[in-house]
């Protein structure tokens, strides 16, 4: 199993540069599987679910976790093998309650508080667990297994 380690300022500037290792990881999933060469539709599919639940899930650190407070640093630990990616967001911000927050109500087409759902809606498992201390932090584990049209 192959690990990146990340750790960026919890910035939407840094935003971009995430999405970028992401999206890089998520191509290595997919070399190691054998199917880079031919990019299909199922690749793209997992490429752009992964990159966009990381993409809300920066989103709500550098938004929600640093309110009122200096920004901090968020780490992300990406680990890949052959069929899956595991992404882990760290930070020593404000934590939440991943449990006590809703699905939104979608037939209302809201304009907000849409991020966890496309987090959940586009990861097969998403786990959080708040931090108690500052060498104990917020950590937000997200998991995707990539399949292909052969499986």
Excluded: W
Aim: glycine share 6%.
């Amino acid at each position: 199993m192959d690990m990146i380690k990340v750790s960026v300022p919890a910035t939407l500037t840094y935003r971009d540069m995430v999405l970028r290792v992401v999206a890089s990881s998520c191509r290595l999933v997919r070399t190691n599987f054998g199917t880079m060469q031919d990019p299909s539709r199922d690749s793209h599919e997992f490429d752009d679910k992964v990159v966009s639940a990381v993409g809300e899930a920066f989103n709500n650190v550098a938004i929600h976790a640093y309110r009122d407070r200096p920004a901090g640093l968020v780490e992300l630990e990406l680990e890949m093998d052959a069929r899956s990616i595991t992404i882990r967001l760290k930070d020593d911000g404000g934590g939440f309650s991943l449990a006590a927050q809703p699905n939104p109500h979608l037939e209302t087409l809201p304009e907000s508080k849409l991020g966890l759902y496309i987090v959940r809606s586009f990861m097969d498992q998403v786990t959080y667990r708040p931090g108690n201390s500052p060498t104990d932090p917020n950590v937000l584990t997200l998991f995707k297994r990539y399949e292909s049209a052969e499986d």
